[in-house]
C-alpha cells in the first residue's frame, strides 16, 4: 500500500547539484516526515535531512547545512532534496524513508525509526 518511489540520481562533477525527488502514495502525506539517508560503500546509513510534513519543519546534518535543502509538493505527495556544491565524498545510495510522527516523538536521523523506504539512486559525484 504504502510506496515511495525515489528519481533523480545519476553522475555529476564537483561543484554541481543534483535535485532527488520521492513521491509517495498509500497514506496520509501530511501525517508523516520524510527522511533521506545515504550510504556509501563500507559505511553505516547516515541521516541527511527530514522534513516534518505537517508543518515545514526541515532538519539536516550538521555538515551539510546550507548545501542540501528539502522541500515537498504536498498536491503531488512529493518530497525534494536539492543538492547543491556537490563533492566526491556526497557519493552513495541516497534513500528517502517515512515515519508517522503525529504519534510519538522521533529522532529524525535515527533509520531504524522509518517504516518505509524508497529502492534508493545512486548518487555519483566525480572529482
Known amino acids: 500500500e504504502v510506496q515511495l518511489v525515489e528519481s533523480g540520481g545519476g553522475l555529476v562533477q564537483a561543484g554541481g547539484s543534483l535535485r532527488l525527488s520521492c513521491a509517495a502514495s498509500?497514506?496520509?502525506?501530511?501525517?508523516?516526515?520524510i527522511g533521506w539517508f545515504r550510504q556509501a560503500p563500507g559505511k553505516g546509513r547516515e541521516g541527511v535531512s527530514c522534513?516534518?510534513?505537517?508543518?515545514?519543519?526541515?532538519f539536516y546534518a550538521d555538515s551539510l547545512k546550507g548545501r542540501f535543502t528539502m522541500s515537498s509538493d504536498s498536491a503531488n505527495n512529493t518530497v525534494y532534496l536539492h543538492m547543491g556544491t556537490l563533492k566526491p565524498e556526497d557519493t552513495a545510495v541516497y534513500y528517502c524513508?517515512?515515519?508517522?510522527?503525529?504519534?510519538?516523538?522521533?529522532?529524525?536521523?535515527?533509520?531504524?525509526?522509518?517504516?518505509?523506504w524508497g529502492q534508493g539512486v545512486q548518487v555519483t559525484v566525480s572529482s
Open positions: 524513508a517515512a515515519v508517522d510522527e503525529s504519534q510519538y516523538a522521533f529522532t529524525w536521523d535515527d533509520f531504524t525509526e522509518y517504516d518505509y
Open positions: 522534513l516534518r510534513l505537517r508543518d515545514g519543519a526541515a
Open positions: 498509500g497514506f496520509t502525506f501530511d501525517d508523516y516526515a
